[in-house]
């Protein structure tokens, strides 16, 4: 067997997320697939690093596929990005050990948030931001972003399903800044649980608008109470931003 690595970017706006349902319907993982089982002529399927949800983009989706024919990354790379909808693309395909995979090989991810803080809306980014009109207190959600750094059970962070898989998590970093009209959050750790980013970033803003204390969230953390984390911040934007093995 040949083991290809394939770098993605993809808008995520009108699918249903990364993770193929069923059939395959509406998912980028399924549009993937059905192209490269165009191409070999046989049923193909790829294994993605990130799960990303409904509404999530890409900067840098990896995922590897193996198949039993020894064709050349260009091949792939072309054929995929010719029958491919134009808001996925195939960046980089690279040949790499039959051994290699890409959810369990990763060691960090970096997710990316765009918030854009302005009273008025940004017409070219608005399906690739959340807006918040009311401005944010930057220092204060740097003060905040503390509380979730090292490793935790972020169960009242998460609507995960499943209750036998651990809800432990480190997180390594969290930078923000302000660029412009844009606060940018980069969140960065050993993996993430299902709206775990979303429910981080929609405490610090609440938290830069005064809604709450940034102490709160240590005990939030410790109640493992997902009522008690309410805000989720919009799918639209969110970014995979880089996974490093």
């Given at each position: 067997?040949?083991?290809?690595?394939l770098?993605?970017?993809?808008d995520?706006?009108?699918?249903?997320?990364?993770q193929?349902?069923?059939?395959?319907?509406?998912?980028i993982?399924?549009?993937?697939?059905?192209?490269?089982?165009?191409?070999?002529?046989?049923?193909?399927?790829i294994?993605?690093?990130?799960?990303?949800?409904?509404?999530?983009?890409?900067?840098?989706?990896?995922?590897?596929?193996?198949?039993?024919?020894?064709?050349?990354?260009?091949?792939?790379?072309?054929?995929?990005?010719r029958?491919?909808?134009?808001?996925?693309?195939?960046?980089?395909?690279?040949?790499?050990?039959?051994?290699?995979?890409?959810?369990?090989?990763?060691?960090?991810?970096?997710?990316?948030?765009?918030?854009?803080?302005?009273?008025?809306?940004?017409?070219?980014?608005?399906?690739?931001?959340?807006?918040?009109?009311?401005?944010?207190?930057?220092?204060?959600?740097?003060?905040?972003?503390?509380?979730?750094i090292?490793?935790?059970?972020?169960?009242?962070?998460?609507?995960?399903?499943?209750?036998?898989?651990?809800?432990?998590?480190?997180?390594?970093?969290i930078d923000?800044?302000?660029?412009?009209?844009?606060?940018?959050?980069?969140?960065?750790g050993?993996?993430?649980?299902?709206?775990?980013?979303?429910?981080?970033?929609?405490?610090?803003?609440?938290?830069?608008?005064?809604?709450?204390?940034?102490?709160?969230?240590?005990?939030?953390?410790?109640?493992?109470?997902?009522?008690?984390?309410?805000?989720?911040?919009?799918?639209?934007?969110?970014?995979?931003?880089?996974?490093?093995?």
């Amino acid at each position: 067997m040949y083991n290809y690595k394939l770098t993605i970017q993809y808008d995520g706006g009108r699918y249903k997320g990364w993770q193929r349902l069923g059939n395959g319907e509406n998912t980028i993982q399924g549009k993937i697939e059905n192209v490269l089982s165009e191409m070999l002529g046989g049923k193909i399927e790829i294994i993605g690093c990130s799960r990303t949800d409904a509404g999530v983009h890409a900067l840098a989706q990896i995922a590897n596929v193996k198949i039993e024919e020894n064709l050349s990354e260009s091949e792939i790379k072309d054929y995929l990005n010719r029958y491919l909808p134009q808001d996925i693309s195939v960046i980089e395909v690279v040949s790499v050990p039959e051994r290699f995979h890409a959810r369990y090989n990763s060691k960090t991810k970096t997710y990316l948030y765009k918030v854009w803080n302005e009273e008025y809306t940004n017409p070219f980014m608005r399906k690739y931001s959340m807006h918040v009109q009311q401005k944010l207190d930057i220092e204060k959600m740097k003060s905040a972003s503390q509380y979730f750094i090292g490793e935790h059970d972020f169960t009242a962070f998460s609507n995960a399903k499943s209750k036998k898989k651990s809800m432990v998590r480190e997180i390594y970093s969290i930078d923000i800044e302000k660029n412009g009209g844009f606060i940018q959050i980069r969140v960065k750790g050993n993996g993430f649980l299902h709206n775990m980013v979303r429910k981080i970033v929609g405490m610090l803003i609440e938290v830069g608008a005064g809604n709450i204390e940034d102490e709160n969230i240590k005990g939030i953390l410790e109640s493992k109470e997902r009522n008690q984390v309410s805000a989720l911040a919009d799918a639209s934007g969110l970014y995979l931003e880089k996974i490093d093995f």
